[in-house]
């Protein structure tokens, strides 16, 4: 059973805004929010159909004493307009989220000169670096502001953005972006008094979501299952933990590319690790 150190008010009663929110994790977080009393809950999305039906779900769910007031936002968070177009009417129509959860994100697997200009670089960083910042940007002086409640955070970024990796040059640096911005705004925060504000940074690695079909785990790095990633980034955005990364080979593989000599790497990454290999068979997402 949780208790108040570890949940501080943080979801019940709360505003909540969730960005790729229609299916894979962006879903399990709707419906922990839900679960956990949230009593407004933004859905962003580009897929209306799938969104309205989650949507439906859980505000009729039974089995809880208020149903939350649940709200579909069709917005593609790689057009900065579209996003402030969107945030105007969550504050019109929600308020200003206590909560927000970046979870939108693509990936395009590929080595570097296959990758379309437009489709796939200026738009993976604009999807998984730039709109989180335009999304945080728009509702921090609402969330800074008001001190009566904790607000948090949440920035879904990837191991990837701590390891380099062949065919994954892109992704990966939107990833490093990510968590280059995500970790300066928590100090910002901090250093400014407003940490009733806390950031949280989730660095998984592969997740059987579906987006990264055809990955292999590296070596003693089993592909994880959505549940234990929501699991995990869930219970460190409600502690405000800085960064929360899994599983533990993350860690390790840190640790040993920051101390090892760069080729010596190379060669433990390729050959015991397979980390070097590991999209080698990507397909991605076929739907």
Not at 29 to 56: C, F, P, Q, S, V
Not at 115 to 133: C, K
Not at 185 to 205: I, K
Request: net charge positive; charged share 25%.
């Amino acid at each position: 059973m949780a208790n108040a150190t570890t949940r501080p008010r943080v979801i019940p009663g709360a505003t909540v805004l969730i960005t790729g929110a229609a299916r894979g994790m962006g879903e399990l977080y709707a419906r922990r929010a839900a679960r956990e009393g949230a009593a407004k809950i933004a859905l962003w999305d580009l897929d209306a159909e799938r969104a309205e039906a989650l949507a439906t779900e859980l505000a009729s769910a039974r089995g809880r004493s208020a149903a939350p007031e649940v709200r579909v936002y069709v917005v593609d968070v790689s057009d900065r307009e579209a996003v402030a177009e969107a945030a105007a009417l969550v504050r019109d129509e929600l308020g200003d989220p206590d909560v927000v959860v970046n979870n939108a994100g693509i990936v395009r697997g590929a080595l570097f000169w296959e990758h379309d200009a437009e489709r796939d670089i200026e738009l993976t960083m604009r999807v998984n670096a730039l709109a989180p910042m335009w999304i945080a940007r728009e509702f921090l002086p609402a969330m800074i502001a008001d001190r009566t409640r904790p607000k948090r955070i949440l920035n879904i970024a990837s191991a990837a953005g701590t390891l380099a990796n062949p065919r994954m040059s892109v992704y990966a640096s939107s990833k490093w972006a990510m968590i280059g911005w995500s970790e300066s705004l928590r100090l910002e925060l901090t250093r400014t008094d407003n940490a009733h504000v806390a950031v949280t940074t989730f660095c998984p690695s592969y997740i059987s979501t579906g987006m990264f079909a055809g990955a292999r785990g590296p070596l003693l790095t089993p592909i994880m299952r959505p549940q234990q990633a929501v699991q995990a980034a869930w219970t460190g955005m409600l502690k405000g933990t800085p960064m929360v990364l899994r599983p533990w080979t993350v860690k390790l593989a840190m640790a040993m590319r920051g101390i090892l000599p760069t080729r010596v790497w190379d060669v433990l990454g390729d050959r015991v690790f397979k980390v070097y290999s590991s999209m080698d068979r990507f397909t991605g997402r076929t739907d």
